[in-house]
């Protein structure tokens, strides 16, 4: 179990009439705290830091805004290119159809190598969009049953098969899964190039089928059935993504606009082709980001891992300083509370590691051992901020769960409410131990500098724990 500054072992405590306030603030309701809804009973809560604390968490915002603004750039840029003044050469149009299937090849490669049957499939569909697009100017004329039935297919079921992948979670490209949804395209085209064929007016009714009507001229050439396929698919990517709470699905939402965007263009080709380029490179850059996220970012935690740990290394100059962080007892602690309960604790240490002053950067190193480097510092300067950091972690109080807790909020006015509001909940306090170093003689490398750093934090539990060791 986490020990106190003495080192001896605390026993669950009840929190004093005094500080009965600070911990209710702790916890708040469960819409406010972190892995609550899906929590154990018996492990602990805490608070997300509230809002005006998330300016600290610079990593994590520069990952999010990230994430939310380069695809939002890809297509301002794609926008910008089609303001272009002066029309495109011919040979500027022919260089644009082979850039959009070499993209589009890239893509396919790209996210079958990584094994992201999502963005595969979607890239698949695209480029069969565009492939039907490429084929639709032969038809003659342009306005004929066949055209319209053609397009009007294209609009509706390219965001229906987009909506069916945003919905579904990863399942392999070549599994049995993955050959359902090459069924699926393959049912679609079919239906597309059969319903073409037969120059059906009854199809052409159908797709065409008119909502709202206008007395000028449509906002969109899309059929309205189309467009509202199109929010149904954006709808879907949305609450996919605040479901799981994950930035996974803003590339799949960006190239579904520029889909849109390129079908809405039509039958200006230069137009088609640069929105579905961008479309294809946003789903790119949104693997290549995933991959990168996954290769250097600790999923627990979402601190930087021990490979982009020793990239940090790599950059630093003569003048720094690395300390290694340990929880106290943390093995005790999940023998006795059980490892969710362990995986909140790391969630919190590393979440007051994001925040730490000094200009810290904070990496998980592996197990209950996180690191933090200060560029630019030696260890006696940087020891202010880490005894500030250590004595945030000790001050922030775990609050235990009753074990008999329901997994559903009971009436307010239940028994079982009441009786809960009357008993005071049980709390333990974690702390750390850290020991820092810096470069000397014998100390010429980053990794020698972390061997004397985890040497100092084990002089800091020899000699009690939960204190900062040089």
Known sequence: MPSNKSGQTPALRTPPLGSRMRDATLCRPRSHCIGLSRAPLGCFR??????????NHSGMLHRTWLSITLPIGVLACAGGLLWWPSPWPASYLAALNLVLYLTFGVGLLLSWSFDRSRVFFLLLILLLTAIGLAWLGAFQPRTGPQARIFYACLCLFAPFAIFGLGITNERGILTRHG?????LIAVLVGLTLALTATENRAAVRYFEFVYVSFTQTPLTPLPQRAVLMFLLAGAGLIGRSLYKNSLQEVPMLAALLGLGLALHAYPDTKSMAVMLTASALILIL????????MAFLDELTGLPGRRALRAQTLKLGERYAIAMLDVDHFKKFNDTYGHDAGDQVLRLVAA???RATG?????RYGGEEFTLVFPGRRAEESLPFLEALRQSIAQTPFVLRDKDRPKQKPPADSPRTNRSQNTAKQSVSVTVSIGVAEPADDLATPDTVIKAADAALYRAKNNGRNQVSL
Not at 48 to 54: F, G, I, S, Y
Not at 286 to 293: D, F, I, K, N, P
């Open 46 to 55: 805490y608070a997300m830091p509230r809002p005006e604390t998330w300016i």
């Open 179 to 183: 050959l359902l949804r090459w069924l």
């Open 286 to 293: 949104g693997v290549l980001q995933e991959s990168y996220h």
């Open 352 to 354: 007051q590691m994001a």
């Open 359 to 363: 200009g810290g950067k904070a990496f």
